[in-house]
């Protein structure tokens, strides 16, 4: 059974940072799409972040370029999502999302298909006052 558990959410004043990180069990995504994904109240789900797991490519919503980083530990089976300069609209309910379909290039990652990905955890919450 595939397990995504996110942790680090929290309430932040604008400007600050939190660092979110999804422990992953039950599968090693090797050549597969890893993504941070978000929503807020009355809102579609919309990707922020993605990582080809294969060569670590990374990819970006234009939102949050230059602020948020994502990365992969493959020895901890851990992804993280690293976010600074946070803004009000930036507070979300996050998902940390993966896809079991093997990808052999990046492209599939950047789409930011909420569709495409297969395994989803239960979300952490991210509230950025002004």
């Known amino acids: 059974r595939v397990l995504l558990v996110e942790s680090g959410g929290g309430s932040v004043q604008a400007g600050g940072s939190l660092r979110l990180s999804c422990a992953v069990s039950?599968?090693?995504?090797?050549?597969?799409?890893m993504g941070w994904f978000r929503q807020a109240p009355g809102k579609e789900r919309e990707g922020v972040a993605a990582?080809?797991?294969?060569?670590?490519?990374?990819y970006y919503a234009d939102s949050v370029k230059g602020r948020f980083t994502i990365s992969q530990d493959s020895v901890e089976n851990t992804m993280y999502l690293q976010m600074n300069s946070l803004k009000p609209e930036d507070t979300a309910m996050y998902y940390c999302?993966?896809?079991?379909?093997?990808?052999?290039?990046?492209?599939?990652?950047?789409?930011?298909?909420?569709?495409?990905?297969?395994?989803w955890g239960q979300g952490t919450q991210v509230t950025v006052s002004s």
């Open positions: 990582v080809y797991t294969a060569i670590g490519g990374t």
């Open positions: 039950g599968y090693t995504f090797n050549h597969n799409c």
């Open positions: 999302a993966a896809d079991r379909t093997l990808a052999w290039d990046g492209i599939r990652c950047r789409g930011f298909n909420p569709l495409d990905y297969t395994d």
